[in-house]
C-alpha cells in the first residue's frame, strides 16, 4: 500500500509533464500541416544537380524537340503525366 503513495505522484507529474509538452508542440506549430510533408518527397528537387549536357527536359544548343518530345516530358503539378 505505501507503494501507492509513490506510485500517485509520480504518474501525476508525469501526466502534467505530457500535457505541458503537447501544449507547447502545439503553439509552435508541430500539429498545423500534417500532409505537407508527405507531399513535398514527391517533388523532383535535383534538377540543379543534373549537367546542362546530361539534361532530358530541355533540348541542347543547336538540336530542338519535337512536340512529342514535349508532350511526354512529365510535368511538376500533374504527376500522371
Known amino acids: ?8 505522484p509520480i504518474t501525476l507529474i ?4 505530457g500535457i505541458v509538452l503537447f501544449s507547447w508542440a502545439v503553439r509552435n ?4 500541416d500534417l500532409d505537407g510533408p508527405a507531399h513535398r518527397i514527391l517533388y ?4 540543379d ?8 527536359d530541355r533540348p541542347s544548343t543547336g538540336d530542338k524537340a519535337s512536340a512529342t518530345d514535349q508532350d ?4 511538376r ?4 503525366a
Open 1 to 8: 500500500m505505501k507503494i501507492v503513495l509513490i506510485l500517485v
Open 14 to 17: 508525469l501526466v502534467a509533464m
Open 29 to 32: 506549430g508541430q500539429y498545423d
Open 44 to 47: 523532383d528537387d535535383d534538377k
Open 49 to 56: 544537380m543534373i549537367p546542362e549536357d546530361s539534361r532530358q
Open 72 to 75: 511526354r516530358q512529365p510535368t
Open 77 to 80: 503539378g500533374n504527376p500522371d
